[in-house]
Structures are given as structure tokens and as C-alpha cells.
């Protein structure tokens, strides 16, 4: 007589079976939730890179731009000092076009089908040229099929001339053309450890144009839009392998039984998770070189707290800095000195501020504060502590030392919940304070008084 299962033993088989199916479902759940947050991390990552790639391989442009400035639009000499702009071989040519059409290019050889194009006229890449003139901003274009032949990427630079009457006239694009794919493979995509693909909205028909990537089977991705050099690019990863074709998964399945191993296994990575996004979240808030708050958190924090301020009819102020003559640090001792400089720059500005006062890095060598319950004669005090720290001593960079000085620009954080409008007013007398020689403190609001 056959012997029966007892309902015990179902019981228990069920409990165990049942076990097991959820914790292998949660350690799946937390791989795809960690693998998820690594792509994130990878994202802009690469992004960044791709962002210092172009800029490192479009910088001629800046360099044309300040030659032609520099010679009062005139370019006769443009062969020679084109020749000693291009350093990699990604980089196919660089020309000017006063007005907007080509008139000289470098090098001649197998780039003589550019001479004479219109960028302002109907054709590839020349959606980006209007843009550039519009915006006064180098923006990078493509990738399209280059009249040469090729598919090519460009940066177009509007370059502006003073004019009599102190103001700018725009004299025509200085730009430079890099060879595709060739020029993002120094961002390192292909180091990933998964599958990936950049695309783009076609600025020309609106359609989706594939720039790069590999390979991939799956649809589980991650997708962000970046911007790289004013074009809007979209970042996807996906995961070169699904779940279930990870063995550990199936290992998992056997080895869950053990409710013990399992449980802490599942606390283990559960934790891991936990302190990995505390990570990304500190990442995401504070500027990498100099350990403070980045532009993101400040502007996402202003905010609340002008409108604390307000409710308690005190006052607050925007002080804005930035690094005189900078540029001239990094060309002159390298960028590893430059860096040195902003990180003892931010060290000696918060050595002046009070625990509650919110100081970021605004971006480049432009630095933010955001101050409460003070008066303007105590908001540009602080200004001129501040420009006085940063001044009075040589900042110590690779081989010797650097006089660095700092013009900064105070206005009132008025009305609330409207930041934008205090760093305008900023802004504007750090362009006084620039005016007035540099090394100097300005104050302007919005109704005029300085």
C-alpha cells in the first residue's frame, strides 16, 4: 500500500519551495536594481568623457576665433597657425567662413569641395551653424556625410568683432571638422563591460539617427538625454546578458533551500544597494575637484531657502565669483595646476563662511554663494573678505607658485523662489566688478542701485 505524503511534509515542501522562489526573486530583483544604478553611473560617466573629448578636439575653434579677434577679421595667415592648431589625427580640417560661407581651409588636400559652402544655407550640419550664431556658443553638429565624402562631425564657433560703438557684429564661423566614428573612441565607450548606443533627433527631417554603439540583443536598457556641446544626444546601456543567463541565478535556486544563506545573502546586497545609492547621491550634489556642492544642489536649494527667508522678513544675497585671467594659469602651468588652484580657491572660501552658509561651484572658474541674515553693508564685507583671502596670498601649483585674484558681484535674493533673478543681478556686477580692473567687489540689483 503506497504511503501517503503527509499534509506536514506538503506543508513544509511548500514553506521551503516557497522560500526559495521568493529570495532568488529578490536577489534577481536587487542585481537588475544594482546593474540599473551602474548604468546610471556609467551614463555620465561616458558622458562627461565624451563631453572633455570634443571639447579637447574642438578647442581650435576657440583658437581661430581669438586669431581672427586678435588680427581685426582677418585671416591671411590662416594656413600656418590652422597647421600648428591640429595635434590628432581625428581631426579631418578646420576653416573660417566670414559671413558665413568658406573661404579658407585647412589643410587644401582632399577638403577643396568645401570652399565657398553656406552654412546658412539649406544642407547638413548647417542647422548647427545657425544655432551656434544664435546662441554665441560653439555647438557641435553631426554625424552627416561630408561634402569631401565621409562621415564627419563639426564644431561651429560664431565669432563676433567689436564694433565702434563698443558693441559685437558677428563676422562669420570658425570650425572644426573631426572624423566619425574616429573621434569618440578616446572617450573609452567600448571599456563599458555592456552594450551601448548613442543616437540623436536628426535636426534636418526630425528623425532618429544612430551615432555609435554595439552590438545588442536585450530591450531592458537605460536611456538618458545628455548634452554634449549644445546637441542633444541620447546615452543607452543595455545588459549584455539577460537574468536568466547568469549561472549564479540558477545556483541561486539549489543553494536557496539554505533559508539561512539566503537571508543573508539578500541583507548583504541589500546593503550594498543602500550604500551604493547614498554614494551616487553624494556624486550627484558635489563638485568632484573641489569636495563642494555642485550648480545642480545649489539651485535645487535656493529656493526652499529664499522662501525661508522671506517668511521671516530677513534679508539674503547671491554672491557671485569668478577666477581672474584662469585661462592663463592653465596655459601657462597646465591644467593639473588650474585644478590645484580651484581646490585651494574653495578651501579658502569656506575657511570665511559661516556652517550655514551655501557655497557651490557654479561651473568652470565661477563660484556661488547664497547668504541670510545679513545686511548688504554685511553681504559685501563678506564679498571683500572673501576677494582678500583669495588675493593676499600666492596659491602654490606644480613647480612654483600663483598670484590668483577674484572679481565678485553681490545682489539681493529677491523676491523668493526666483534665483535665476538674484544671479542675473549678480552676474551683472561681476561684469562691473571685471570692468572696474578686476580684483574688485561690485553690488547691482534689479532696480539699478549699485
Request: charged letters at 25%.
Amino acid at each position: 500500500m503506497a504511503r501517503r505524503v503527509s499534509i506536514h511534509a506538503a506543508a513544509a515542501f511548500a514553506l521551503a519551495l516557497g522560500l526559495c522562489l521568493l529570495l532568488v526573486s529578490v536577489l534577481v530583483s536587487n542585481r537588475v536594481q544594482i546593474e540599473r544604478l551602474t548604468m546610471e553611473r556609467l551614463i555620465s560617466e561616458k558622458s562627461a568623457r565624451i563631453n572633455a573629448e570634443m571639447a579637447r578636439l574642438l578647442f581650435g575653434a576657440h583658437t581661430l576665433s581669438s586669431y581672427i579677434v586678435y588680427n581685426d577679421g582677418e585671416v591671411g595667415d590662416f594656413a600656418r597657425v590652422a597647421s600648428t592648431i591640429i595635434d590628432d589625427p581625428s581631426i579631418l580640417n578646420m576653416l573660417v567662413a566670414p559671413g558665413g560661407v568658406v573661404s579658407d581651409i585647412y589643410p587644401m588636400e582632399g577638403n577643396e569641395a568645401v570652399l565657398g559652402l553656406d552654412f546658412f544655407a539649406d544642407g547638413a550640419g548647417n542647422r548647427e551653424a545657425v544655432m551656434a550664431r544664435e546662441t554665441g556658443r560653439l555647438v557641435l553638429g553631426g554625424p552627416f556625410e561630408g561634402v569631401q565624402g565621409g562621415q564627419i562631425l563639426v564644431g561651429r564657433l560664431p565669432v563676433f568683432l567689436a564694433g565702434d560703438d563698443g558693441g559685437k557684429s558677428f563676422w562669420g564661423i570658425a570650425s572644426v571638422t573631426l572624423k566619425h566614428p574616429d573621434a569618440l573612441r578616446g572617450a573609452g565607450l567600448a571599456e563599458t563591460g555592456f552594450d551601448y548606443e548613442i543616437w540623436r533627433r536628426n535636426p534636418d527631417d526630425g528623425g532618429m539617427q544612430f551615432i555609435l554603439g554595439s552590438d545588442h540583443r536585450h530591450r531592458r536598457y537605460v536611456e538618458t538625454p545628455v548634452s554634449i556641446l549644445g546637441a542633444s544626444w541620447y546615452f543607452r546601456i543595455l545588459p549584455v546578458r539577460a537574468w536568466h543567463e547568469f549561472p549564479e541565478t540558477w545556483v541561486s535556486v539549489f543553494v536557496g533551500i539554505i533559508v539561512s544563506f539566503m537571508a543573508a545573502a539578500v541583507v548583504q546586497r541589500n546593503r550594498d544597494l543602500k550604500r551604493l545609492r547614498d554614494k551616487l547621491a553624494v556624486l550627484s550634489n558635489t563638485d568632484a575637484l573641489t569636495g563642494i556642492n555642485n550648480r545642480r544642489f545649489f539651485m535645487e536649494t535656493v529656493p526652499s531657502q529664499m522662501d525661508r527667508v522671506a517668511r521671516q522678513n530677513s534679508e539674503s544675497f547671491v554672491i557671485l565669483m569668478d577666477l581672474d585671467n584662469f585661462k592663463c594659469i592653465n596655459d601657462r602651468h597646465g591644467h593639473l595646476s588650474g585644478d590645484m588652484v580651484l581646490k585651494e580657491v574653495a578651501a579658502r572660501v569656506t575657511s570665511t563662511l559661516r556652517p550655514y552658509d551655501l557655497f557651490a561651484r557654479y561651473g568652470g572658474e565661477e563660484f556661488i554663494l547664497f547668504v541670510t541674515d545679513m545686511d548688504k553693508a554685511s553681504a559685501i564685507r563678506l564679498a571683500e573678505r572673501i576677494r582678500a583671502a583669495i588675493a593676499e596670498t600666492p596659491i602654490p601649483i606644480v613647480g612654483t607658485s600663483a598670484a590668483v585674484t577674484a572679481s565678485l558681484g553681490v545682489a539681493p535674493a529677491t523676491p523668493a523662489n526666483r534665483p535665476e533673478d538674484a544671479i542675473a543681478c549678480a552676474d551683472k556686477a561681476l561684469y562691473m566688478a571685471k570692468d572696474a580692473g578686476r580684483n574688485a567687489v561690485m553690488y547691482y540689483d534689479k532696480e539699478g542701485e549699485k
